[in-house]
């Protein structure tokens, strides 16, 4: 099956710095979602990215499918942004996505 | 528009015992998703629902977890008996997804249902 690889596992950042955080897949996919999950564990959605970019506030997300890899970007860092990043690829027609294993972010004040 | 919703969201049981969980996805999605998410780990698909019928079950432990979704809506989980390696966290996920098209496949998860089982 597909594997989704993220970098890197840690990530320890004061407060206002920036950070790339990257997912590699080992196969061509349709679509590609970033998820933030906070410290009370609640899935957020970041993006939904099968290609190209797209920015939300200090957030922006790249996909280049066909060198199979994705960044997020996260700019003037926050302490809400602590959490666990993950990004999830389908597997199948049906959908079903397949995880990361995620980039633990922590933001120091 | 109301996000998918779950219960209880906390549960702490004695293994063999049993324990359900509660679904109800965002309105109109006719898929609907049971991950489990060890941790330290992603979530990892448990079973898979389009409307009423099931389109993947093959990680589900079918001996003792079941599930289903009545009138292609809400959904429950069960585990019966529980075991100690069933202590995770139980995240519900809907999406539109028309079959195949996989445009549509944004996937919406619930708050999740914490399971503790001693």
């Known amino acids: 099956g597909i594997q989704v690889e993220q970098s890197p596992p840690d990530l320890i950042l004061q407060e206002g710095a920036n950070s790339t955080l990257r997912c590699n897949f080992s196969d061509s996919v349709n679509n590609l979602q970033w998820f933030h999950q906070n410290p009370w564990g609640q899935l957020i959605n970041l993006f939904y990215i099968p290609s190209g970019t797209k920015q939300n506030g200090r957030l922006s997300a790249t996909t280049v499918a066909t060198e199979r890899y994705s960044l997020l970007y996260i700019s003037s860092s926050q302490t809400t942004d602590s959490g666990v990043y993950f990004c999830?690829?389908?597997?199948?027609?049906?959908?079903?996505?397949?995880f990361g294993a995620g980039t633990q972010v922590v933001v120091t004040p | 528009e109301a996000g998918v919703a779950q219960s209880p969201r906390y549960k702490i049981i004695e293994k063999r015992q049993s324990v359900a969980f509660w679904c109800n996805p965002i309105?109109?999605?006719?898929?609907l998703y049971w991950y489990q998410q060890i941790l330290g780990q992603g979530p990892k698909l448990l079973i898979q629902f389009q409307n009423n019928g099931v389109v993947d079950d093959s990680q589900l432990p079918k001996d003792r977890f079941s599930a289903e979704r009545l009138k292609g809506v809400d959904s429950t989980l069960k585990i019966q008996p529980a075991k100690l390696e069933d202590s995770a966290v139980y995240l519900c996920?809907?999406?539109?997804?028309?079959?195949?098209?996989?445009?549509?496949?944004?996937?919406?998860f619930g708050p999740g249902t914490r399971l503790t089982v001693l």
């Open positions: 309105s109109g999605h006719a898929t």
């Open positions: 999830a690829v389908p597997t199948d027609s049906w959908g079903k996505l397949q």
């Open positions: 996920a809907s999406s539109l997804n028309p079959r195949g098209r996989l445009y549509y496949n944004e996937q919406f």
